[in-house]
């Protein structure tokens, strides 16, 4: 079984900071360190939004209206995908959710498994 745990969420104010981590269990390295690892949000009432990603290799893509601000890395295979979370603005606050599949893709819909998610509130 394939599970992934997000952590680092919380109530922060306008402006501040927070790292999520995404650690994963139930894969072989060998297999999960050639999967693609995303970082997805989804606030109330709005479609799950893409945030940034990270292939195999450690090549990343940062969504436009947060690439200023967010950084998606990841230590080795064997350690949590992290996403660093700077300026947090108030149209951040959403639940955001790692995901992991074995292609490279922006679309949720294109990933296999995935966390229960974490809550980031940005207040102003």
């Known amino acids: 079984q394939v599970q992934l745990v997000e952590s680092g969420g919380g109530l922060v104010q306008l402006g501040g900071s927070l790292r999520l981590s995404c650690a994963v269990s139930?894969?072989?390295?060998?297999?999960?360190?050639?999967?693609?690892v995303g970082w997805f949000r989804q606030a109330p009432g709005k479609e799950r939004e893409f945030v940034a990603i990270?292939?195999?290799?450690?090549?990343?893509t940062v969504s436009d209206s947060v690439k200023d601000r967010f950084t998606i890395s990841r230590d080795n295979t064997r350690s949590p995908i992290y996403l660093q979370m700077n300026a947090l603005q108030p149209e951040d606050s959403a639940v955001y959710l790692c995901a992991a599949g074995p292609d490279y893709h922006t679309d949720y819909r294109r990933y296999d498994y995935w966390g229960q998610g974490t809550q980031v509130t940005v207040s102003s």
């Open positions: 139930g894969v072989g390295i060998d297999e999960f360190g050639r999967y693609s």
């Open positions: 990270m292939s195999w290799f450690g090549g990343t």
